[in-house]
């Protein structure tokens, strides 16, 4: 049974910084992509950041050159720092990633989400 676990949301004033962590634990082969998304209160959840296995990243245009994705791949982590927060970035943030791993039928891949972490940038 894969689960993530993400964790580092807070409150914030505008201008300060985050890093967050999204921890894949269970049978894991591979993490094979890596997604962040956000939703803010009334909005659609939208896609800010990603990592595939390769290392190849993207940005949305939102939060390029404000946001990284780095990855601890001994510990099946993978992070997502945020700098010069602004309240617009204000949302709850999930990670969702696309694991192989070992089920009781033999080897899967499928598609999970943690739970989210709130994001919260306010003076």
């Known amino acids: 049974q894969v689960q993530l676990v993400e964790s580092g949301g807070g409150l914030v004033q505008p201008g300060g910084s985050l890093r967050l962590s999204c921890a894949a634990s269970?049978?894991?082969?591979?993490?094979?992509?890596i997604s962040w998304y956000r939703q803010a209160p009334g909005k659609q959840r939208e896609l800010v950041a990603g990592i595939d296995s390769g290392g190849r990243l993207n940005y949305s245009d939102s939060v390029k050159g404000r946001f990284t994705i780095s990855r601890d791949n001994a510990k099946n982590t993978r992070y997502l720092q945020i700098n010069s927060l602004k309240p617009e970035d204000t949302a709850v943030y999930y990670c969702?990633?696309?694991?192989?791993?070992?089920?009781?039928?033999?080897?899967?891949?499928?598609?999970?989400w943690g739970q989210g972490t709130q994001v919260t940038v306010s003076s």
């Open positions: 269970g049978s894991i082969l591979s993490i094979n992509t």
């Open positions: 969702n990633a696309y694991i192989s791993s070992l089920s009781a039928t033999g080897w899967v891949s499928s598609d999970y």
